[in-house]
């Protein structure tokens, strides 16, 4: 049975405190207002004041992560605590609260996603399809003619008046006879194969479908001003796609299968009946949005750093954190990232990716095995990341 605390908070109080470590509950708030905001934002984020209805903490509650935000009560308040097994109950009782969360994420998520791409490349991104063109030249300008395709197919169809549809139109003939890419409509297909290298769906494309990882792995990125950074490299078992799915907007990033893919789709229809039947499967969802959004702000931490050889031992580090596993001081970890996987993850630009691949070959602190990344000594690494992280911050105050 389902039984929620009742937690009262005075004026000025911390009801959480960023940094510090997760707890497995999180606050919805019943009376009263507080302030909710974050030392050092990448972003310049004002403080957001939230009231009654509210809800605070399901980040680090669900993800298993330190707090990402502060929260000071600003009057008398109330809150509800939930724990994190009381969840998925929760879901089967009062779904619109679970929707409310979900629906929360993927608006943040979003907007992570705009902050990440206006910081690394100094640019606001556009929503405009007309980008489509520009995705699809940009892969085919590397010879990735399977991903390239598909995003000019998709040009072809959301531009049919494009200021560039007969060159688009010249460039599709041209690559289809030898293209391996597949899907460029979404069908009833409840799992679906992508060969390594197709483009599952692309940013600035309209779409409903959200996919489960069930072989294989998933590149998430995006591409600005001729240049590709990697928001997540995603693995068996992780959802994505969600955003288009639950705000009914176009999508704000690109996905391509990083090696074959087998992926279960999830449209509109079968989601619905999810929510309504599957309160695993929406608790799951949560977690998986409060990994990625966790996991966003520290890339966004990342992007504040100059220098290139910091923002890659940070950035091999947060690949680790995400895994959530204790890794012993000495005990090497194998990770399935490549150097240039790391370098297009950091959103390095053209001009210093030399730079940075011979400084990470020649770095103590990683190994090259097979053309893969080993962490020698990963309690130290993360270490000396944090370092850099902390350091930072002091530096823009």
């Not at 009062?94 to 791409?117: C, G, H, Q």
Request: glycine share 6%; hydrophobic share 40%.
């Amino acid at each position: 049975m389902l039984q929620l605390a009742f937690v009262n908070f005075k004026p000025n109080s911390y009801i959480l405190v960023e940094g510090t470590p997760g707890i497995d509950r999180f606050f919805i708030i019943q009376s009263g207002k507080v302030s909710v905001y974050r030392e050092g934002s990448a972003t310049g984020t004002a403080p957001t004041t939230l009231g009654p209805g509210d809800f605070v903490g399901v980040i680090p509650c669900m993800s298993g992560h330190s707090q990402v935000e502060n929260v000071v009560a600003l009057t008398d308040v109330v809150v509800i605590m939930v724990r994190r097994d009381q969840y998925p109950e929760l879901i089967m009782r009062n779904t619109p609260v679970a929707m409310k969360i979900v629906r929360a994420f993927a608006k943040e998520m979003r907007t992570l996603n705009d902050d990440l791409t206006k910081i690394t490349f100094n640019k606001n991104s556009s929503e405009s399809p007309e980008q489509l063109f520009s995705v699809a030249k940009y892969y085919q300008n590397l010879s990735s003619y399977d991903i390239a395709i598909y995003a000019y197919y998709q040009y072809l169809k959301e531009c049919p008046n494009g200021v560039h549809i007969e060159e688009a139109k010249k460039r599709f003939v041209q690559l289809k006879k030898d293209t391996h890419a597949v899907y460029f409509e979404s069908n009833s297909d409840l799992i679906r194969d992508y060969p390594v290298n197709t483009m599952i769906f692309s940013e600035h494309q309209k779409g409903g479908d959200m996919f489960i990882i069930q072989e294989g792995s998933v590149k998430i990125s995006k591409v600005v001003d001729g240049e590709e950074v990697a928001l997540a490299l995603l693995k068996k078992g992780d959802m994505f796609g969600e955003m288009a799915l639950l705000e009914d907007k176009p999508r704000s990033a690109s996905a391509i299968a990083h090696s074959p893919c087998k992926l279960m789709v999830i449209n509109k229809d079968n989601f619905d009946q999810m929510v309504a039947s599957q309160s695993q499967m929406i608790a799951r969802l949560t977690t998986m949005l409060a990994d990625r959004i966790w996991s966003m702000y520290r890339q966004l931490a990342n992007s504040t750093l100059k220098n290139p050889r910091e923002k890659m031992i940070d950035m091999l580090a947060l690949q680790i954190e995400k895994q959530k596993t204790v890794i012993g001081k000495g005990m090497p970890y194998q990770t399935d990232i490549s150097v240039d996987d790391l370098i297009n993850l950091c959103g390095i630009s053209q001009h210093d990716k030399a730079t940075a691949r011979a400084e990470i070959y020649n770095d103590p602190n990683v190994k090259i095995s097979y053309g893969k990344i080993t962490i020698p000594d990963v309690p130290e690494l993360i270490k000396q990341a944090a370092f850099y992280r902390k350091q930072n911050k002091k530096a823009k105050k």
